[in-house]
């Protein structure tokens, strides 16, 4: 109903009301009839005030959808990317760890780097000038410990070779379980990935 129907209708239904208070007033009605009629009266006022609710149209409802999926379309590859680069920092800092430990070994043990064979006990437990290790210091076993634990490998192979995350195996060669590739003779520690690469193109056992 419009504004120019409500008003004739209150109009109507208000001269209905006066008669009826007219009436009950000179037939000496009680009070009760009165106040009745009044709440009568006051409800029909009460309807221009009363506001049509209305849902959301489909139209909206597609807009919102398409907001969320151009959201979502920018947010989800900046966390993956982010996720990646994180990954590719660790390496970066793990590799750090392991060179400098590897060169304090070194310095300790009269230019001597640790074998191959024995990398993880004599960087991670106790050892004498000539590099035999020990799990409780004493006083010829003086040297280390250099790392807590060898760091697992952050980032994958290219898939077909190359060690798996996680991977805390060191060797010379490629090989199950093999996370990081050490040279004995100079020292020198990469990550077992083969071809796998960052972002950028630079392969990881460049690092």
């Not at 070994?105 to 993880?120: C, I, L, M």
């Not at 040297?143 to 697992?152: F, H, R, S, T, V």
């Not at 199950?176 to 990881?204: P, Q, R």
């Amino acid at each position: 109903m419009n504004r120019g129907g409500n008003a004739a209708y209150l109009k109507t239904h208000s001269a209905r009301v006066d008669n009826v208070l007219d009436q009950r007033e000179r037939s000496g009605c009680d009070l009760k009839g009165i106040a009745g009629a009044i709440k009568l009266y006051k409800g029909y006022r009460g309807m221009t005030k009363t506001r049509t609710r209305r849902g959301f149209s489909l139209v909206e409802l597609v807009i919102v959808i398409v907001i969320i999926g151009i959201i979502a379309a920018i947010a989800v590859p900046r966390i993956s990317r982010g996720a990646k680069g994180a990954s590719d920092s660790a390496l970066r800092g793990d590799l750090a760890v392991m060179r400098s430990a590897i060169d304090l070994y070194s310095a300790e043990h009269n230019g001597d780097f640790p074998t191959v064979a024995k990398f993880e006990e004599q960087l991670t437990t106790y050892t004498n000038a000539a590099g035999a290790d020990v799990a409780t210091k004493d006083t010829t076993h003086i040297y280390g410990p250099y790392l807590k634990a060898i760091p697992g490998l952050p980032v994958a192979g290219d898939g077909t070779t190359g060690g798996a995350i996680g991977d805390t195996g060191v060797a010379a060669a490629d090989g199950a379980g093999i996370g990081w590739l050490y040279t004995v003779a100079s020292g020198d520690i990469v990550a077992n990935t083969k071809d796998a690469a960052d972002e950028s193109g630079t392969d990881y056992c460049d690092y």
